[in-house]
């Protein structure tokens, strides 16, 4: 018995801050140690974990990512058990997360979007996927429109972030930390994100499930921005990186599909 108070004594957990709501502990088990995870977020979390460990293995090996489900409590990521009986074990760990499944293969990639604005509105493509001024490198798309324009959801899925606190804009990125956006989660495990909302323009809170077609909020001028506009984005969250998705929309009257272009004039008549 004693030993054993002296083993864990010697236990040292070293943590890194993580924006989202999750909660990495350890119970001790008989030979070791489990660890477990808490998702307080209503999407499913990335966790990857780097252990350092004195005479213990670490089930499924070092420096493994782990997802855990949106809202689960005490899910179990990985054992340690001891090598060696009866001699000296530690370890210390450091972790990182992220939103989403880590190298999602799962989502529909056939799936049709609606245009993120109101029946009978037009809006012109200011910049397109891969575009010169802010878009190198990410698939994602500004739609020029005036400040209130009431923004849609283009899938239904449910919200996991809303920023409306602010109201800077400038054309440099240093202004990026003052976007105003809203995510939502969709059920394929990809993301959509309205940026560029105007300050208290969010019409939904975290938690909410959102239906296609849904009045979400509305645009602004807010961030990097350089004029009134909507920035959309669908992409997959890994990570440490996001892999930004070409998507197709439903225009005119509903019945031609395609993917939009840059300074291309797109109507929602459906």
Not at 43 to 52: E, L, N, Q, R
Not at 80 to 87: E, F, H, I
């Amino acid at each position: 018995m004693k030993n054993y108070l002296l083993l864990t004594f010697l236990l040292i957990t070293s943590l890194c801050k993580a924006e989202q709501n999750v909660k990495i502990y350890y119970e001790q088990i008989e030979n070791g140690y489990n660890v477990y995870a808490d998702n307080d977020e209503f999407c499913p979390v990335s966790i990857k974990i780097d252990f350092t460990v004195t005479n213990l293995n670490i089930d499924g090996g070092n420096n493994n990512i782990y997802v855990v489900n949106a809202e689960d409590k005490k899910q179990l990521l990985t054992s340690l058990t001891v090598s060696k009986k009866g001699k000296a074990y530690k370890f210390s760990y450091k972790y990182w997360t992220n939103y989403g499944k880590h190298n999602n293969k799962e989502y529909d990639e056939n799936y049709i979007y609606d245009l993120p604005f109101k029946t009978s509105n037009k809006f012109k493509i200011y910049q397109g996927y891969n575009g010169t001024f802010s878009h190198q490198n990410e698939n994602s798309l500004d739609f020029t429109m005036p400040v209130g324009t009431e923004l849609t959801a283009i899938r239904e899925g449910v919200v996991i972030k809303v920023i409306e606190k602010n109201n800077k804009n400038c054309g440099q990125e240093e202004c990026k930390k003052y976007n105003n956006l809203i995510i939502i989660y969709h059920s394929d495990g990809t993301f959509a994100e309205y940026t560029h909302i105007k300050q208290n323009g969010s019409k939904v809170k975290v938690g909410d499930k959102i239906s296609k077609g849904q009045l979400i909020g509305y645009s602004g001028n807010v961030g990097w921005s350089i004029g009134p506009h909507l920035h959309l984005v669908i992409f997959n969250q890994n990570i440490d990186n996001r892999e930004t998705l070409k998507t197709k929309f439903r225009t005119g009257d509903g019945n031609t599909i395609e993917f939009l272009t840059e300074k291309e004039e797109y109507s929602r008549n459906y």
